[in-house]
């Protein structure tokens, strides 16, 4: 799994102009995104590293603080750029491979009492954030 982590002060998901995940105070923007081979330990430790990593003010994580989490699903994430022009997408994981771990991922964060919003998943969504550093990182499992 992949996630591009992002420490804002807030952040909300519209799809056709309606809010469908929002966050109003600081936390993170999650985009989360699954390949192939990817399981329940991938699950686990992308859950893990969501909600301890010391990336918040202070050096606190999600845990410390109670900071809320916004996962979008961003299959993108594994777009290769190598050859051509044209990203290739093969890396990616179908959807219907993809949605269950990304929702296992929302769902193991909510077990360790991370308050968690969420866009929708296979849509096409606009994302608004407020990037607090700014302050970007790329996790990988």
Do not use: C
């Amino acid at each position: 799994m992949r996630a591009v982590l992002q420490r804002v002060t807030r952040a909300a998901v519209r799809v056709e102009g309606e809010v469908v995940g929002e966050i109003t105070r600081p936390g993170l923007v999650a985009l989360v995104a699954a390949t192939h081979d990817d399981g329940p330990a991938d699950v686990a430790t992308m859950a893990r590293k969501i909600a301890e990593l010391r990336i918040l003010r202070e050096e606190r994580s999600v845990l410390e603080t109670g900071a809320p989490v916004l996962v979008v699903s961003q299959f993108t994430l594994y777009g290769s750029t190598r050859k051509g022009r044209r990203p290739s997408w093969g890396d990616a994981a179908p959807g219907a491979v993809a949605e269950p771990l990304v929702e296992a991922v929302v769902a193991a964060l909510r077990e360790r009492g991370v308050e968690v919003a969420t866009g929708r998943f296979g849509a096409m969504m606009e994302v608004e954030l407020v990037n607090d550093g700014p302050f970007t990182l790329l996790v990988d499992t």
